[in-house]
């Protein structure tokens, strides 16, 4: 069994930046799609970007594109999330997310089976 441990969130002003880790441990995920998600208090969870299992394709969000960076270490099993720009509206719960059967990058949160605890996030105005 799989299991998604995030870290990396915290306090930080508007305009900062953070880099939100998920450590994948149970078995390898180098042939999972990997995601991050968000959730701010009263409001779904959306999408906030995903990447293919080869690091080939990324995608994000449109108001992260250009401020926010996923990547990934197969060999470490670790997923990324370089936050650029921190803005108060980025406040929220970072969730990684994982799904062993797509090639393509999906923004549907439906479309992932397995989920860490969630690292919150907050940004200072």
């Known amino acids: 069994q799989v299991q998604l441990v995030e870290s990396g969130g915290g306090l930080v002003q508007a305009g900062g930046s953070l880099r939100l880790s998920c450590a994948a441990s149970?078995?390898?995920?180098?042939?999972?799609?990997m995601g991050w998600f968000r959730q701010a208090p009263g409001k779904e969870r959306e999408f906030v970007a995903a990447?293919?299992?080869?690091?080939?394709?990324?995608d994000y969000r449109d108001s992260m594109k250009g401020r926010f960076f996923i990547s990934r270490d197969n060999a470490k099993n670790m997923v990324y999330l370089q936050m650029n720009s921190l803005k108060p509206e980025d406040t929220a719960v970072y969730y990684c997310?994982?799904?062993?059967?797509?090639?393509?990058?999906?923004?549907?949160?439906?479309?992932?089976?397995?989920w860490g605890q969630g690292t919150q996030v907050t940004v200072s105005s």
């Open positions: 990447i293919t299992w080869s690091g080939s394709s990324t």
């Open positions: 997310a994982a799904d062993p059967t797509r090639y393509r990058t999906s923004r549907a949160k439906y479309d992932y089976e397995l």
């Open positions: 149970g078995r390898s995920v180098s042939q999972f799609m």
